[in-house]
């Protein structure tokens, strides 16, 4: 399902479906909803990372073998392996 969310003059199509930062595909972008079940402490680091709900990222590239992958996030470039990339809830944004 897509909902179309008007925001001055430009429109973003958000997909509502909820999935981990893992799921994305290089070049998708995704707006962080939130954090699945894991370690608090290791939430604690994403948070201070700016990774905090509303923020927007962009899956850039992912190593050949899946791990570790590199996201856009506030101007910099972070790179996270898998476990941790699935702490993170997101909906893709196009």
Avoid: C, W
Wanted: glycine residues 10%.
């Amino acid at each position: 399902m897509t909902i179309i969310k008007h925001a001055g003059s430009a429109i973003k199509h958000v997909d509502s479906e909820i999935e981990s930062l893992r799921d994305l595909q290089v070049g998708e972008f995704g707006e962080i909803e939130g954090f699945n079940a894991g370690d608090n402490s290791y939430k604690k680091k994403l948070l201070s990372l700016g990774l905090t709900r509303g923020t927007r990222v962009k899956l850039l590239r992912v190593a050949p073998l899946g791990d570790p992958m590199e996201v856009e996030v506030r101007g910099f470039r972070l790179s996270l392996r898998k476990s941790e990339a699935e702490i993170l809830k997101v909906k893709k944004v196009h």
